[in-house]
C-alpha cells in the first residue's frame, strides 16, 4: 500500500481505530521507557538554550551546575550535555554576553537515566516598536534578521526584527512577509508561498487557528496584523504530522508581545505623505463617506422599515402605472399597485440622503500611532506574572488611478469589448489591541491572551468608458474617450460606493508543562474561541451611458443589476481545541541515541452565517432629468445620473388623464426594487468540523542524523443550508445561475444546491530527515501528503460582488477538495556570524486543484483535473565585516523559482480549445519568481541605522479564462513588479529615535493584462514618505 496516495477514508473508524492504537503505543513506550532508565550510580543531564523572544537556538552560551564543578557550552544547535552527574539535585546557570543569565533550580537527576533541561534566554536590551525591535548582541555573533531553521524538524525561518523594522510603513505585517523566500503577497493581503495561494498555507496566531476575517478567502488575510503588536514571525514551509493538513506551500505563525522579563513601555507615532493622494483636492469620496475613529457600519445599516416593504418587480411592466378614478373606489388590482407605489415612495424617503455618485475633497496625510508596555510581577500565587498591554491605530488614504477593461476573444484574437479610465479613493483604518497575561512556575506556563483587530475601508469609485455593447462602436480607434464622448458618442459611467469592515477578536488560553517526575514528558494545550465578521452595509453601484443630445440610453452592463444597492454581512465563529505530548525514550549513556515520541489531536470547529439583502433600481424613462443630455464627462461632483438617482427617485412620477374609467393614471419611472437580477435576500449557515490524530516519532543517531515520521488522521465535514433556492424559477432570473451547475450548465436537483457538502477523512503522512553533513552544513529531505480545502463562499450558491471591479461572483456546489503529495530537498551552509547560505528544491503533485475561473457575466470555482509545481529557492544573509569599512553592512537577498502546469479536465480543454486559448496554462496565483534583496547599516555606537530593500514578484496568472454562451473571455496575467522602499533612523536621545521611510519608491506600475498586452487593469498608487518618532523606556 502507497501510504501517500490520495486514500479516501468513508467514515471516521479509522480515528477511533488509531486514537485506540495511540494509546496502546503509548503505554508501552512508557513501559519501555521506564525499563529502560535502570538505576545507577551517575545519570546525565542534556538540554537546549533558545532566545525568549524569537524561539531560534543560542549557541556559545556556558553552561554550570550551581555549586559543582560540571561545566560545559551549547553547540551551534544551542545544545547541551553533561555526563556522569552524581545523582541528586541541581541548579543550572546559563550565561552569555549580551544576554540576561538564567538559573532553573530543582532539577532532579536520576542514577541511570538522562534529565532533559530547556531555558529561554532574553536580549539584555530588548526595545519594541512599531516595526523596530533591537537587541544588543556581541559583535562576534550577529544575528541576521532571517534566520534558518537549523536545529528544527521543518524547514522553516524566523524573521527577526531587524527586517521588520526596514520593511515599510504600511502599519501591518504584509510587507515583511514579502521579504520571505518565494513569499509574495498578493493586493497586500493575501500570501502565496511557492507559488501557491492562500488556501494551500495556513496563518496562525499563537500557534492556534483563526477563522478567516475575509469571506473570499480561506486563510487569514496578513493586512489585519498590525507591526506594533507582533513579536515575530515564523514560518515553515515543510509540513509535520503536529501542523494542519493544509500546510502545502506553507505555515505562518504570527507571535504576538508575550511574557517580558523586565518592565517595558514603548510608544510611536508617525505621519505619511503619498505623492499621488496626499493634499489632493480631487480625492474621491462621498457624502456620509469615511470611516470614523473606529468604523461607521452602524450609521450605514439599513433604514428601519426599508427590508419589512413590500417591493416587487412586474417583469411586463417597466413603468409601472396605477389608475384612481375620479369617482368611486380603485379596483383591487389598482389598489395594490398604488400600495406598490406607495412603498417605493416610502423606500425612496428612507434613502434620500444617501447618494449613489461619487464627490471629492482633500486628502489628509497619513497617521500611526503605537502604544505597548508590560512588567513581570514576582512571586504571585507561587509564580512570576507576566503582563503585556498594547494599541495601535492607524489611518491611510489612497488614490489609485489607470485604466480596465473587459476582453474577449473573437477570431483567434483578443480585444477589449468594454474600457474605461479608472480612479479610486481609499479610506483605510486599522486598529489592533493585545492583552496577554502570564504565569510562569518554571517547568509550568499558563498565558492568556485576547487579541482585536478592526479594519476598515471605504473606497469611491468612477470610472469613465466605451462599451462595444453600446452604438455607436468606438472603442480602440486610439481616440481618448473624452473626445470621443465631445464627438457624440454613448460613454459608459460606472460609478460605485462600497465599504467594508473586518472584526477579528479571539480569546486563547494555553499550557506548557514539563513533567520531571515523568520521564520529562512535554505537554502542551491550546484552547481558543475567536469570531470575527465582515460588514458591508449599503454596497451601491450605478451603471450607465449617456450620448450628447439623447441623454440615458441602456449601457449594456456586463455585470447586472446596473444600479444597485445591498447590505450584505459574513459572521464567522470558531472553538479550537488541541491538545500535544511529547515523551522521550531510548537514551543512551552519553546521549548519542535519541528518541522522542510525538502525538496529540485538534478538534477544529467554524461556523458561519451569511445574509445579503439586495436592492436594485428600474430606470425605465426619466423625463425628470432631462438636464443628463448635458452632462461633461469631466463633471463627476453631481450632475451624473448616479449623483441624481436618489432625489429623482422622490419625484419621478408623471401623471396622464384616463378614460376607462375616467380619472388620472399614476407612472413609476425611476423605482427600487427587490429581486430583478438576483435573489431579494440570500441567505445561508455553513459549518465546518476538522478532527485531527496525529503520531510522529523523533529519531537522533547521535549528533549528525535525525528522522521525524508520522501520520496524522484528519476528518472534513462542510456542510451548508441554503435558503430560498426551492423558490428560484430554473429557467429565468437568479435561478438560471444559481439552480444549475455554474460550470456546465446541467440543471442540479434542488437538494443539491440548497445542501452541498464535503465529507471526508484522509491519511496524511510525512518523513523527513536531517543529515548534518560538516559542523556547519546540513542536508534535509522530507515527502509528505497535504489537502486543500475550499472557502465556504466557493461553495455557496449565492453572488457577490467586488466594489471596485464591479465583478460578481457565483459559488460551485460541486466543488471538492485538492489533496497534495510534497517533495522537498534542502542544503544550508551556516558561514558564522549570522551568515547563512542555503539552497531549496521542492516539487508538488496536486490532485484536483481548486482554480477560480473568469466566465464574464460572473466569476466561479471549479476543480481541474492535476497539477505540478517545482521550483529553486536561493537564500543568502552576510555580514561584509570582513571589509573594514563595512563591518556594519549586511547584505541578504533570496531568490525562488516556480514552475508549474494544470492537467485540465476534458471540459475545461474543449473550451479552451473552441476558443483558441492554450491547452497548457500555469496554476492560477502564482508567481513564476520572487526576488528580494536588501543592504543594511547599523551602527549601535551611533544609534544610526539605515537600508535599501527591493522586492520584485514575477509574472503570474491572476484570473483563468472562461466562457458563458458565446463570449469568450482570456486569460488575465498580472505582470512583474518590482518594489524598492528605503529607511534611516537615529537615536536623538537615550530614549527616542527619529525615523524616516520611503515606500515604493520607483511608483511603478501595476499591470494586469490580457495576451498580447490588452489591459485588464493598469493602475499606480505612488510613493510614500513617512516621518516618526519612537521612544522606549
Given amino acids: 500500500m502507497n501510504i501517500f496516495s490520495a486514500r479516501r477514508f468513508s467514515s471516521l473508524s479509522p480515528l477511533v481505530r488509531l486514537t485506540g492504537r495511540v494509546w496502546m503505543l503509548v503505554w508501552m513506550l512508557g513501559a519501555g521507557a521506564a525499563a529502560v532508565h535502570g538505576q545507577g550510580a551517575a545519570g546525565g543531564l542534556r538540554g537546549s538554550i533558545q532566545d525568549a523572544d524569537f524561539f531560534m537556538p543560542v549557541p556559545g552560551v556556558q553552561i554550570m551546575l550551581e555549586g559543582t564543578s560540571f561545566t560545559t557550552q551549547t553547540d551551534n544547535e544551542g545544545r547541551f550535555f553533561l555526563n556522569d552527574l552524581p545523582a541528586g539535585q541541581y541548579a543550572v546557570l546559563a550565561r552569555k554576553s549580551g544576554y540576561i543569565s538564567g538559573r532553573r533550580a530543582g532539577i532532579v537527576v536520576s542514577g541511570g537515566s538522562v534529565r532533559e533541561v530547556s531555558l529561554d534566554l532574553t536580549a539584555e536590551v530588548v526595545e519594541l516598536d512599531d516595526f523596530i525591535v533591537e537587541a544588543a548582541l556581541e559583535e562576534e555573533l550577529e544575528s541576521p534578521a532571517l534566520t534558518f531553521g537549523a536545529p528544527l524538524q521543518t524547514?522553516?525561518?524566523?524573521?527577526?526584527?531587524?527586517?521588520?523594522?526596514?520593511?515599510?510603513?504600511?502599519?501591518?505585517?504584509?510587507?515583511?512577509?514579502?521579504?520571505?523566500?518565494?513569499?509574495?503577497?498578493?493586493?497586500?493581503?493575501?500570501?502565496?508561498?511557492?507559488?501557491?495561494?492562500?488556501?494551500?498555507?495556513?496563518?496562525?496566531?499563537?500557534?492556534?487557528?483563526?477563522?478567516?476575517?475575509?469571506?473570499?478567502?480561506?486563510?487569514?488575510?496578513?493586512?489585519?496584523?498590525?507591526?506594533?503588536?507582533?513579536?515575530?514571525?515564523?514560518?515553515?514551509?515543510?509540513?509535520?504530522?503536529?501542523?494542519?493538513?493544509?500546510?502545502?506551500?506553507?505555515?505562518?505563525?504570527?507571535?504576538?508581545?508575550?511574557?517580558?522579563?523586565?518592565?517595558?513601555?514603548?510608544?510611536?507615532?508617525?505621519?505619511?505623505?503619498?505623492?499621488?493622494?496626499?493634499?489632493?483636492?480631487?480625492?474621491?469620496?462621498?457624502?456620509?463617506?469615511?470611516?470614523?475613529?473606529?468604523?461607521?457600519?452602524?450609521?450605514?445599516?439599513?433604514?428601519?422599515?426599508?427590508?419589512?416593504?413590500?417591493?416587487?418587480?412586474?417583469?411586463?411592466?417597466?413603468?409601472?402605472?396605477?389608475?384612481?378614478?375620479?369617482?368611486?373606489?380603485?379596483?383591487?388590482?389598482?389598489?395594490?399597485?398604488?400600495?406598490?407605489?406607495?412603498?417605493?415612495?416610502?423606500?425612496?424617503?428612507?434613502?434620500?440622503?444617501?447618494?449613489?455618485?461619487?464627490?471629492?475633497?482633500?486628502?489628509?496625510?497619513?497617521?500611526?500611532?503605537?502604544?505597548?508596555?508590560?512588567?513581570?510581577?514576582?512571586?504571585?500565587?507561587?509564580?512570576?506574572?507576566?503582563?503585556v498591554g498594547g494599541v495601535t491605530y492607524a489611518k491611510r488614504y489612497t488614490m489609485e488611478e489607470g485604466i480596465r477593461g473587459r476582453g474577449e476573444v473573437g477570431g483567434g484574437q483578443i480585444s477589449n469589448f468594454y474600457l474605461e479610465d479608472f480612479a479610486r479613493g481609499q479610506e483605510s483604518l486599522l486598529a489592533g489591541g493585545l492583552l496577554s497575561a502570564a504565569l510562569d512556575w518554571g517547568n509550568d506556563v499558563v498565558t492568556l491572551t485576547w487579541f482585536a483587530n478592526l479594519a476598515a475601508d471605504d473606497e469611491a469609485v468612477f470610472g469613465l468608458g466605451e462599451n462595444l455593447n453600446v452604438a455607436p462602436a468606438t472603442i480602440g480607434n486610439g481616440i481618448p474617450v473624452r473626445e470621443e464622448f465631445a464627438n457624440g458618442n454613448a460613454t459608459i459611467f460606472r460609478e460605485a460606493l462600497g465599504y467594508t469592515e473586518r472584526?477579528?477578536?479571539?480569546?486563547?488560553?494555553?499550557?506548557?508543562?514539563?513533567?520531571?517526575?515523568?520521564?520529562?514528558?512535554?505537554?502542551?494545550?491550546?484552547?481558543?474561541?475567536?469570531?470575527?465578521?465582515?460588514?458591508?452595509?449599503?454596497?451601491?453601484?450605478?451603471?450607465?451611458?449617456?450620448?450628447?443630445?439623447?441623454?440615458?440610453?441602456?449601457?449594456?452592463?456586463?455585470?447586472?443589476?446596473?444600479?444597485?444597492?445591498?447590505?450584505?454581512?459574513?459572521?464567522?465563529?470558531?472553538?479550537?481545541?488541541?491538545?500535544?505530548?511529547?515523551?522521550?525514550?531510548?537514551?543512551?549513556?552519553?546521549?548519542?541515541?535519541?528518541?522522542?515520541?510525538?502525538?496529540?489531536?485538534?478538534?477544529?470547529?467554524?461556523?458561519?452565517?451569511?445574509?445579503?439583502?439586495?436592492?436594485?433600481?428600474?430606470?425605465?424613462?426619466?423625463?425628470?432629468?432631462?438636464?443628463?443630455?448635458?452632462?461633461?464627462?469631466?463633471?463627476?461632483?453631481?450632475?451624473?445620473?448616479?449623483?441624481?438617482?436618489?432625489?429623482?427617485?422622490?419625484?419621478?412620477?408623471?401623471?396622464?388623464?384616463?378614460?376607462?374609467?375616467?380619472?388620472?393614471?399614476?407612472?413609476?419611472?425611476?423605482?427600487?426594487?427587490?429581486?430583478?437580477?438576483?435573489?431579494?435576500?440570500?441567505?445561508?449557515?455553513?459549518?465546518?468540523?476538522?478532527?485531527?490524530?496525529?503520531?510522529?516519532?523523533?529519531?537522533?543517531?547521535?549528533?549528525?542524523?535525525?528522522?521525524t515520521v508520522g501520520a496524522r488522521l484528519e476528518s472534513t465535514d462542510m456542510r451548508f443550508k441554503v435558503e430560498g433556492i426551492d423558490l428560484l424559477d430554473p429557467n429565468q432570473g437568479a435561478g438560471a445561475i444559481l439552480r444549475k451547475n455554474v460550470i456546465t450548465g446541467e440543471d442540479l436537483g434542488v437538494d443539491e444546491v440548497a445542501n452541498p457538502s464535503i465529507v471526508r477523512t484522509d491519511l496524511l503522512p510525512a518523513l523527513s530527515a536531517k543529515w548534518a553533513l560538516t559542523d556547519h552544513v546540513n542536508l534535509r529531505s522530507a515527502i509528505s501528503r497535504t489537502v486543500a480545502r475550499p472557502t465556504f463562499k466557493e461553495i455557496a450558491p449565492a453572488f457577490t460582488r467586488d466594489p471596485a471591479s464591479g465583478e460578481l461572483f457565483v459559488g460551485n456546489v460541486k466543488l471538492d477538495m485538492s489533496s497534495i503529495i510534497n517533495y522537498d530537498l534542502r542544503v544550508e551552509y551556516d558561514m558564522g556570524r549570522g551568515d547563512m547560505f542555503a539552497v531549496n528544491f521542492f516539487a508538488k503533485r496536486i490532485t484536483k486543484p481548486i482554480e477560480q475561473i473568469n466566465l464574464d457575466i460572473y466569476n466561479s470555482a471549479l476543480n481541474e483535473e492535476r497539477a505540478i509545481v517545482y521550483g529553486l529557492e536561493l537564500e543568502l544573509a552576510k555580514n561584509l565585516g570582513f571589509i573594514p569599512l563595512l563591518e556594519n553592512v549586511t547584505f541578504s537577498t533570496n531568490y525562488g523559482y516556480v514552475f508549474s502546469r494544470v492537467d485540465l479536465t476534458p471540459q475545461s480543454e474543449a473550451l479552451r480549445t473552441a476558443a483558441g486559448l492554450s491547452r497548457e496554462r500555469a496554476l492560477q496565483g502564482q508567481p513564476e519568481y520572487t526576488f528580494n534583496a536588501s543592504l543594511t547599516y547599523d551602527n549601535k555606537d551611533s544609534g544610526f541605522s539605515a537600508g535599501v530593500l527591493v522586492n520584485v514578484t514575477g509574472n503570474l496568472l491572476y484570473a483563468v479564462g472562461g466562457q458563458v454562451g458565446t463570449r469568450t473571455t482570456p486569460d488575465v496575467f498580472q505582470r512583474p513588479y518590482t518594489s524598492v522602499d528605503a529607511y534611516i533612523s537615529k537615536k536623538v536621545a537615550p530614549h527616542w529615535e527619529l525615523q524616516f521611510r520611503a515606500s515604493n519608491l520607483l511608483d511603478a506600475t501595476r499591470r494586469r493584462e490580457y495576451a498580447d498586452g490588452i489591459p485588464y487593469s493598469v493602475t499606480e498608487n505612488g510613493t510614500t514618505y513617512s516621518l516618526g518618532l519612537a521612544g522606549k523606556w
Fill in 155 to 387: 524547514m522553516a525561518q524566523a524573521l527577526r526584527p531587524e527586517l521588520l523594522k526596514a520593511s515599510g510603513s504600511g502599519g501591518n505585517i504584509g510587507s515583511a512577509v514579502s521579504r520571505m523566500t518565494s513569499t509574495a503577497v498578493v493586493d497586500s493581503r493575501y500570501v502565496v508561498i511557492r507559488g501557491l495561494s492562500d488556501r494551500y498555507n495556513v496563518v496562525v496566531l499563537n500557534s492556534a487557528r483563526l477563522p478567516s476575517s475575509d469571506p473570499d478567502k480561506r486563510a487569514v488575510n496578513i493586512d489585519i496584523f498590525p507591526t506594533g503588536l507582533v513579536e515575530t514571525l515564523v514560518s515553515s514551509k515543510t509540513y509535520v504530522p503536529w501542523m494542519p493538513g493544509e500546510t502545502t506551500g506553507g505555515y505562518l505563525n504570527v507571535v504576538t508581545k508575550r511574557l517580558p522579563k523586565e518592565p517595558f513601555l514603548n510608544f510611536s507615532i508617525s505621519t505619511a505623505h503619498n505623492t499621488n493622494t496626499t493634499g489632493r483636492s480631487d480625492f474621491l469620496s462621498y457624502k456620509g463617506g469615511g470611516t470614523g475613529f473606529l468604523g461607521t457600519s452602524r450609521e450605514r445599516a439599513m433604514p428601519d422599515g426599508l427590508n419589512s416593504l413590500n417591493l416587487p418587480f412586474d417583469a411586463s411592466a417597466l413603468t409601472p402605472n396605477y389608475t384612481i378614478p375620479t369617482v368611486g373606489s380603485p379596483t383591487p388590482e389598482n389598489a395594490e399597485k398604488q400600495q406598490h407605489s406607495a412603498n417605493r415612495l416610502t423606500a425612496a424617503q428612507l434613502l434620500a440622503d444617501r447618494p449613489m455618485g461619487v464627490t471629492t475633497k482633500t486628502a489628509p496625510e497619513n497617521f500611526s500611532f503605537s502604544l505597548i508596555g508590560g512588567t513581570t510581577i514576582p512571586d504571585f500565587l507561587g509564580a512570576d506574572l507576566g503582563l
Fill in 503 to 707: 472584526w477579528l477578536q479571539t480569546f486563547q488560553l494555553t499550557g506548557e508543562h514539563e513533567l520531571a517526575d515523568y520521564n520529562d514528558i512535554k505537554l502542551s494545550w491550546q484552547m481558543a474561541y475567536s469570531n470575527s465578521y465582515q460588514d458591508q452595509p449599503d454596497l451601491r453601484k450605478s451603471f450607465v451611458a449617456f450620448q450628447p443630445g439623447i441623454g440615458y440610453i441602456a449601457p449594456g452592463d456586463p455585470s447586472p443589476p446596473e444600479h444597485e444597492r445591498v447590505w450584505r454581512r459574513v459572521d464567522d465563529s470558531n472553538y479550537y481545541i488541541g491538545l500535544d505530548l511529547e515523551v522521550p525514550f531510548m537514551d543512551g549513556k552519553e546521549g548519542e541515541d535519541r528518541v522522542k515520541f510525538k502525538f496529540g489531536g485538534v478538534m477544529d470547529r467554524s461556523s458561519r452565517r451569511y445574509v445579503s439583502e439586495n436592492f436594485e433600481y428600474i430606470a425605465g424613462f426619466t423625463p425628470t432629468i432631462a438636464g443628463l443630455s448635458g452632462i461633461s464627462p469631466d463633471d463627476s461632483q453631481g450632475l451624473t445620473f448616479a449623483d441624481q438617482l436618489g432625489q429623482a427617485d422622490l419625484i419621478d412620477v408623471t401623471t396622464s388623464a384616463s378614460r376607462r374609467p375616467p380619472g388620472t393614471t399614476f407612472t413609476d419611472n425611476l423605482y427600487l426594487v427587490r429581486g430583478r437580477s438576483t435573489q431579494p435576500t440570500e441567505r445561508y449557515t455553513a459549518s465546518q468540523i476538522i478532527t485531527a490524530a496525529y503520531a510522529a516519532t523523533i529519531v537522533n543517531i547521535g549528533d549528525d542524523l535525525e528522522f
